[in-house]
């Protein structure tokens, strides 16, 4: 069979023969042991439910096997045969090019050099799935390659309910993930329910299909890293910037820390997870021994090298290691998934990465106490640096939060204030880019040319800098740092899996420079182009200990704004859609959105992207501006300036003096 027949085949009628266990590639941990016997039995029964009667006796076994070995059931026997990575649109089978464009950026998910776990489906943070099982793969591509342009296909936690009669307005995909009754939204409850196979974590990118490797978050990461500099006011050259997570997201680190020009320790307790990110170059050098990291640190810093330095080992050693070598960490923060503390987000010191694993899934009571002794060892290291001036922060990874829990000395003295160290969000992107509406705006040139990804950037640049001769003061350097960004991109060989790029744009940014790609695409200069953002943005993501942890009208515990950007999104003509239980910071933690959209170079995607941009950014703006936060009103106030049709309550401010 050709590729476009086995996407459009669905699940075999014939079954494929089993396939071995791949050892060579990263495969997620053993899951909790958690399903009574009578439940184990309906997750089996689920399982079965998407074969007919005739292959149950050959599968259950099978399925039941993996239930027991893994804590989940995977279905390898239908992982396809063919490489899994974004094609050219042109190679996939379908009626809609949208629908064709979709199966491209699940491809990229799924790419080994893209996913953490891939034989899981599991893209990055160690939950974040792409499906739950490999069945409901294969049913989604054989809808998505029948669907036409009247048609929605609906996903609840990767399993596709159907297609439904729709309109060309309308989304093509509308997914959602691990929505949960509130009160069935603990780490736990997921343990069950997925294991049960009834719903999943997305994570943020995952399961709605815009993950495009760490270049998703090293820009992020990279504006982060500069103003953390600017904040303590030294230059990065010769800085120490000291963190630990290679794996998925986190695996951005050390790059972004080379383009800041500073010198990075990234620690990683998986081996293969360097290795990945080693030979990628988004990491320069591997240490396996504690003392040699500590004289190349030093001689690093001396030397104000631009050098970022894996160690292969736990980070609470380096934490330890350094404050008593006296080795002074300018900038400090950690970006392992403690989302997810107990099923292989955070390894706790101690125990080598296989000891990890096997406690995790058959001791989990003990790993849970090594984690979070592990976590107050960490702080306190931590706590001596930053007596000795180190700047410490946050990553929105629950790590202050997961300490917290753990009983580390991580609490705030200052009143209205819950722990000591800030979010980077609160610090640095909440007040300098959320606020004033500058967020993740990314794209994927469909063609999978290269050359289409550059004329994409200096179509972007070219927007910027015409945009920034007329924006204001106050967003001047916001400006500046992502045309900086634009030009180095091709030299700092970003891309991972698809020809994709990320920037930060506002409102204005995100328009035009979606117009002009649309206007390109019209006119034959390059082929289509896929919209998309992180979920980590101005108006995604309702989350109180990142994403709106600068809110402090007391509505950050709230998700009315993630609940009414994804469906605002939706009648302005997004492609997909997609809300979630979880991502970033855990699981009953946080309600995200995203969309994508693809640019065709009709007039129709002219109007879409229009509509759909401008709310995208614009319902966060004015949401923060009501929690009274300056930046905010400043950018809502210039919204409504340039577009009659914005009309936003605005807060009125009351004297402090009042309650003296």
């Known amino acids: 069979m050709t590729f476009k027949e086995q996407l459009a085949q669905g699940i075999p009628s014939t079954l494929p023969k089993a396939k071995p266990y791949d050892t060579t590639i990263n495969h997620a941990p053993k899951r909790k042991d958690i399903l009574t016997k009578e439940e184990k039995e309906l997750a089996l029964r689920n399982a079965l439910r998407y074969f007919e009667p005739e292959h149950h006796s050959t599968l259950l076994p099978e399925f039941r096997e993996e239930l027991e070995k893994y804590g989940r059931i995977y279905m390898y026997r239908f992982r396809p045969d063919y490489k899994i990575y974004a094609r050219p649109i042109a190679e996939y089978p379908g009626k809609s090019t949208q629908a064709k464009a979709i199966m491209l950026m699940i491809h990229n998910n799924l790419d080994y050099a893209v996913a953490q776990h891939p034989h899981e489906l599991i893209t990055y943070g160690g939950n974040g799935a792409v499906f739950q099982n490999w069945a409901q793969y294969l049913l989604v591509m054989k809808y998505l390659s029948e669907m036409t342009d009247e048609q929605t296909l609906a996903v609840y936690s990767g399993h596709p309910l159907g297609l439904f009669p729709s309109h060309k307005d309308a989304p093509r995909v509308v997914v959602t993930n691990g929505m949960m009754i509130p009160n069935y939204s603990k780490p736990d409850d997921w343990e069950k329910f997925n294991a049960l196979g009834v719903t999943q974590y997305g994570q943020m990118t995952a ?272 400006m500046q740092d992502n045309i900086t960004w634009i030009k180095g991109a091709q030299e700092n060989k970003l891309v991972v899996g698809s020809q994709a790029r990320i920037l930060y744009a506002d409102a204005d940014g995100r328009v035009q420079i979606a117009a002009a790609f649309n206007k390109a695409i019209s006119e034959g200069k390059i082929g289509p182009v896929i919209l998309g953002r992180d979920h980590h943005d101005v108006s995604g993501t309702d989350s109180p200990y990142r994403e709106t942890s600068n809110i402090y009208d007391g509505s950050r515990f709230t998700a009315d704004m993630a609940i009414q950007n994804v469906i605002g999104d939706s009648f302005r003509g997004a492609t997909w859609v997609s809300i979630h239980n979880g991502g970033g910071v855990g699981w009953g933690e946080v309600i995200n959105g995203g969309f994508g959209m693809v640019l065709d170079g009709s007039t129709d995607a002219q109007r879409r992207l229009e509509n759909m941009l401008f709310w995208d950014v614009n319902n966060g703006i004015a949401r923060r501006s009501w929690a009274r936060n300056d930046e905010a009103v400043f950018a809502i106030k210039r919204a409504m300036d340039n577009n009659p049709n914005l009309k936003v309550t605005l807060p009125n401010f009351v004297d402090d003096n009042l309650f003296t």
């Open 207 to 478: 399961g709605s299909y815009m993950y495009i490797g760490p270049q998703g978050i090293v820009h992020g990461t990279t504006i982060t890293v500069l103003n953390g500099f600017r904040k303590i006011k030294k230059e990065p050259k010769g800085g120490l910037f000291v963190t630990s997570g290679l794996g998925g997201m986190s695996g951005a680190q050390p790059k972004a820390g080379n383009i800041a020009g500073c010198v990075t320790v990234c620690a990683e307790v998986n081996k293969k997870a360097t290795e990945t990110r080693h030979s990628q170059g988004w990491v320069d050098e591997v240490i396996s021994d504690i003392n040699a990291l500590c004289k190349r640190v030093k001689e690093a810093t001396a030397n104000k090298e631009t050098v970022s330095i894996a160690y292969d080992g736990n980070v609470v050693e380096v934490w330890e290691k350094f404050a008593e070598e006296n080795i002074h960490i300018d900038l400090g923060s950690d970006q392992t998934s403690l989302h997810n503390p107990w099923a292989g987000g955070y390894y706790p010191t101690g125990l080598n990465y296989e000891e990890a694993n096997e406690m995790m899934a058959n001791k989990p009571e003990q790993f849970k106490e090594e984690v979070q002794k592990s976590l107050r060892r960490q702080v306190d290291a931590i706590n001596k640096h930053t007596a000795a001036g180190t700047y410490f922060f946050d990553y929105g990874n629950a790590f202050l939060l997961e300490a917290s829990r753990a009983g580390a000395e991580v609490f705030a003295e200052e009143k209205n204030k819950e722990f000591k160290y800030p979010s980077y969000v609160q610090d640095i992107m909440g007040p300098m880019c959320f606020d004033y509406g500058f967020g993740p705006f990314r794209w994927v040139c469909a063609s999978g040319k290269a050359e289409d990804l550059q004329t994409t950037d200096e179509i972007a640049c070219e927007v910027l800098e015409n945009l920034m001769k007329k924006s204001p003061d106050e967003i001047q350097q916001q």
